[in-house]
């Protein structure tokens, strides 16, 4: 063994770490205080779930899908018409979001990148996704319910759809830029035009990150309260039409859960445990778009 090896075995045997030795306690204890951090900031989730699922579940039947909601103080009844409006203001929202969404994202990181009037929109946009939901509301109330003299689904959706915008722009955008530059050379030397190469090459490799943020714009939209208690109001029969008050899952949640009587209490727990799980699908949905990415 020459004097080099010999040395360079002295330096390993030296970083090798032992059970007692100080940097192997502190990776230790770090670990333990990072799992101890991660659990406690589990508990509020566990909780809320584990509560939501035992108040809820017992009234959970498949008449409850389709019954109207019941007059005050009557037994039975149940959300049929506050899911159905929840899925059409939330499609709605999707609506008038999605296809604004994503041109702009498509603008800003293919046409734009790098520009000041990019940076303008890129602020702009992260200031309207912290303006709380309750000034949403009350902006769609002042523009729709107040212009059409109504209540109405479509309020609920424009109202929703600014709180959806602010994500499917940063998610799209987000997702167009990570696509590799060596796809847009690929497809110039090709010929291409920059059209071609954003609506041919760009956008469908950026297809599924943009499908999970819009999927987790859609559940954060489902979820929403204020903004329908300014728009949407609520209506214990069948819609008929888009302008009139709707009924929302959220909605019927907040009013029933404060109504005196138990059987409306119980309804505001099962329709709380159905939201939830709207949400969690979405959700789920979501995280398996990206893995298959």
Do not use: H
Not at 41 to 62: D, W
Not at 92 to 105: C, E, K, R
Not at 234 to 256: E, G, H, I, K, Y
């Amino acid at each position: 063994m020459t004097s080099q090896d010999a040395a360079s075995l002295s330096v390993a045997r030296s970083m090798k770490r032992t059970p007692s030795s100080p940097r192997t306690l502190f990776s230790s204890v770090m670990t333990g205080v990072a799992c101890l951090c991660a659990a406690i900031a589990l508990i509020p989730l566990v909780a809320v779930l584990t509560y939501v699922v035992i108040n809820g579940f017992s009234r959970l039947s498949p008449d409850i899908f389709v019954q109207l909601p019941p007059a005050p103080g009557l037994k039975g009844g149940g959300f049929g018409n506050a899911l159905v409006g929840t899925l059409l203001t939330v499609g709605l929202a999707a609506a008038f979001s999605i296809p604004f969404g994503v041109i702009g994202a498509i603008y800003l990181s293919e046409y734009a990148r790098d520009t000041k009037l990019a940076n303008v929109i890129d602020f702009f946009t992260n200031v309207l996704s912290g303006v709380p939901s309750i000034v949403v509301g009350a902006f769609a109330y002042s523009v729709v319910v107040l212009t059409t003299g109504t209540f109405s689904a479509v309020a609920g959706g424009v109202a929703l759809a600014v709180l959806m915008l602010p994500t499917i722009v940063r998610t799209s955008a987000e997702a167009l830029e990570a696509v590799p530059n060596d796809f847009r050379q690929a497809a110039v030397g090709l010929g291409a035009t920059r059209t071609q190469t954003t609506l041919q090459i760009v956008l469908p490799a950026a297809v599924p990150a943009i499908t999970t943020g819009i999927m987790l714009a859609i559940a954060r939209a489902a979820g929403e309260t204020a903004p329908v208690l300014f728009t949407a109001s609520f209506n214990r029969f069948w819609n008929t039409t888009l302008w009139q008050p709707t009924a929302t899952m959220s909605r019927l949640v907040f009013d029933f859960a404060t109504a005196p009587y138990k059987n409306q209490q119980e309804l505001a727990w099962a329709g709380s445990l159905v939201l939830v799980a709207l949400v969690l699908v979405t959700s789920i949905l979501s995280r398996i778009i990206i893995r298959r990415r």
